[in-house]
């Protein structure tokens, strides 16, 4: 059998790291401003660090921390209450991205785990205009 990418990134201890990592420049950099405000419009940042550890465990092949936690890990159910546009997709990336880089995490398992990131990251960008808010393809009023 195959090592996961949690193995191969080097277990849980690397995955914390990672977390930390990016939710400290979330809370800092200017580009994760509007994701901390999204996070406001949820449960707010007190339990995120562990949440998004308990979810990427299981989505990079270890422990289902999550779905043990809270019976299931679909992912676009558990933002279904937060309306994601297209550049906090992108700015969520980017932030990844700089912490793999940061923490200097590289290799065939690392680019695997940045193109799943980017495919769900994409899938989470919602139709704004349902939440009352303008389209970003949106041409004006």
Known sequence: MAA???DQLGGEPALRNLVNHF???V???PRGENLMRLHFRGHGLSHVREAQFDFLSGFLGGRRYYEEKHGSMEVRLMHAHVPIAL???ESWLELMNQAIDDLGYQGP???KMRAAFRRVALILVNDL???GLPAADSAGP
């Open 129 to 131: 205009r349902e939440w």
């Open 87 to 89: 550049e906090d997709a």
């Open 4 to 6: 996961s990418i949690l």
């Open 23 to 25: 939710y400290d420049l």
């Open 27 to 29: 809370e800092t950099d």
């Open 109 to 111: 398992h690392v680019e």
